[in-house]
C-alpha cells in the first residue's frame, strides 16, 4: 500500500462559495484538500485508500448530510467524518454520533475549531492505518508457520514452558525449543512480549 | 323520501342510536309506571266501593233479622194487635207480612217448609227467592211465626250508595244459587284489565253473595299524563342534545384557534430556520475567509497575493448576505396599513378578544375587570387591532400566572383622550423590570423560555402603521400596563 506523501482532506459542500473558503483555510496548515459539490459523486468517486479525513455538511440539497454519513459507514470507509451544520440541534449532533461522525462543528466555524478537529482526524486515521498495516504484515508471517509451529506458539502465547509443551504435545523439550526458535525467526519477533502483542489476537481468532 | 335523505336518516339514528334507545327506554318505563298507578289507584277505589256495597246490603240483612226477631217477641201479649201490618210503611223494602198464629198452619206449603227449616236452624231462613222481580221471602219459626216480603229494588237506599248507579263501570249483582239479581248495571267496554270483588253478606238468614265487577279498557288509561311524560322525556333530552353540540362546538373553536398559534409558530421556526441557513452560507465562508487570510499574512514570508483573493472573497460574501437579509425583509413586509383604515368600536374588538380567551382567562383564574366607556369608535385594521388586543391580553395572563390565584387582577380601560381612543390592559403580575423596559418593543427580545420575542414587537409595528402608539409602564402598585392609542374615526 502506498500512502500518499500528506494526508488528503475531502470536502462536501453544496455552496462554491464555501467550498473556496474553507478549502483555503484548510491548505494553510499544510493539508491537501478536494472538495465536492455533489454528495453522490463524492460517493462514487472519492479514493478510500487516501489517508485523512472527510466533511461533510449536513444541509445539502438532494440527499441530507445524515444520509450521506450512514452510506459511509455502512460502506465501511474509515477515514474520520468531520459534520457541519447551520443550525445544530441537540437532537441531530446526537444521531450524528451515533451515526459515527467523529466531530460535530456549527457553521460559521472558527478556524482553530476546525482545524485542530482536522488535524486529530488526521492523526487518529493515520494511526488505525499504521495498526491495520502492521495487521496485515503480522498476518502473512503467521501463515508461513507450519501447523506444528503454529501449536507451539498457541501454548507460548498460553503461558507454557518448554517443558509443559513438550509434555502437551508428546515433544522432546529439544525439539520444542527448535520449533521455539523458528517460530520467532519466522514472525520476527524480537522479545516473548512482542511476540504476545503482535500474535495473540492472531492465534485466539486463527484457533476460534 | 328520496333515497339519499333517507340515508341521511339512517346515518343521524345510527350516530344517536345510545340516545334514541335511552328515549324509548325512558318513555316506555315511564308510561308503564303511570298506567301501574292508574290502574292500582282504580282498583282501590273500586274495591272501597264495593266494601261499602256490602256493608250497606249485610246491615239490611241484619236488620230484617232483627225485625223478624222483633215480631216473634211482640207476639205474646198482642192478641188482635197487628203491629207487622205497619211495616211496610217504616221500611220501604219490606213489601208485605205473613203470620202463622199459634197452633196454626201455613197456608201455603212454601212457608209450612221454611217454618220448619227455621225451628231446626233457631235463625230466620229464605222461603222463597224470585230474583227475576226481585222479590225474596224470609221466615222466622216462633209460637207465631212471620214471613216477610223484601223488595231488592228497595234494598238499598240510593241516597247511601258509594257510586253513582247510571254511570259507575262497574257492575255489581247480589247472587243465590244460580240467581241473580241486578243492582248496578255498569258498563260494558273494551275487557283488558279486569277487577272483582265478592263476599256472603253478613247475614247467614239471607246467603246472597255480593259480586261486583269493574272492566278497565285501554281508553281509562292517563293517555294525559302519559304523553305529558313523554314530551317531558323529549324536551330534557333534546335539551342534553343541543347542550353536548354547543360544547363539542365550542371545543372545535378553540381548537381551531390553538392550531391557527401553532401553525403560526411553525411558520415563523420554518422562516428562521431558512434564514439561519441562507446567511449562514455566506457567513461561514467569509469567516473561513478572512481567517485564512490572516494566517496567510503571519506565514514568513506573508503570501499576500492569496490573502488579497481570500479577503476579496470575504467582501463578495458580505455583500451576499446583506442581500439575504434585504430579500428576507421584503418577502415578509407588512401590507401597507394605512390604507386599510376603517372606523371601528374598540369596545367591541376587546369583547371579541376576551371571547376568544375566555378559556385560557378561566384556567388562570382571572375574571376581567372592564371600564367602559360606550362606543369608542377609532380608525383602525380590524385584524391589526385583534392581533394586537389578544397578545397583550395574552401577555397578561402569562404574567399573571406568576403571583399567587389570589392577587391576579386583570383591569381594562377604555377612553378617548386627546383625539385618540386609548386602551390600557393592567395586569397584576410581577411587573415589567427596570433593564427590560427600554427593549420591551424590539425584535426577538423575550424574557420567557422558548418566546420568539416577536409579540410586542409586531403589536409595535402594527400600533405605529395604523398611526398609533402602543407603550408600556409599569403600575404605580404592581404589575405591568400597556398602553394602545388609535386616532378617533371623527375627530372632536
New interface residues.
Partial sequence: MNAPLSPLIHLVDD?E??R???S??I???GLRVQAWAEPQAFIAGFDRNSIGAIVLDV?MPGVSGLTVLQQLVEQGVDQPVIM?T??GTVDMCRRAFKSGAAEFLE?????DALLEALQNAVRQHVRSRERQQANHVARERYTQLSPREREVLGLIISGLTNKEIGRALDLSPRTVETHRASVFAKLGAESLADLIRRYAAIVESGEA | MPPCKNAGMLKLIKAHRLGILAWVVLCAVGSAVLGRLELAQTRDAFETDARIVHRLLSQRAVQHDAILATLALLQAGADNARPEQRLPAVYPQILTVRRRDRDAAWDEPRFAAADIQSRTAKRAVLADTDFANGRYWVVLHADTSYAMQIDMRSLVQWSEWPMRVESNPARVTLEAAGQYFVLQAGAPGAKVWRFDFSKHLAADSQPFEVVAVRHVGWAELPWGWMLGWIALVTAVMAGLVAAQGQRVARRRAEELLRFGQVARLNTLGELAAGMAHEVNQPLTAMLANTQAASRLLAESPPDIDTARGAMTQAVQQAQRAAEVVARLRRSVEMPNLASQLRPLDLQAAVRNALYLLEPQLRNCGVDPLMRPAGEISVLADPVAVDQIIHNLLMNAVQALEEVPRAERKLTLTLEADKGQGVLTVRDSGPGIAAEVLPRIFEPFFTTRRGGLGLGLSLCETLATSMHGTLSAANAPEHGAAFTLRLPLARQP
Avoid at chain 1, 107 to 111: E, F, G, L, R, S
Fill in positions: 455552496d462559495a464555501v473556496a473558503a474553507l483555503l483555510l491548505g494553510t496548515v444541509r457541519l447551520g443550525h457553521k460559521p466555524v472558527n478556524d
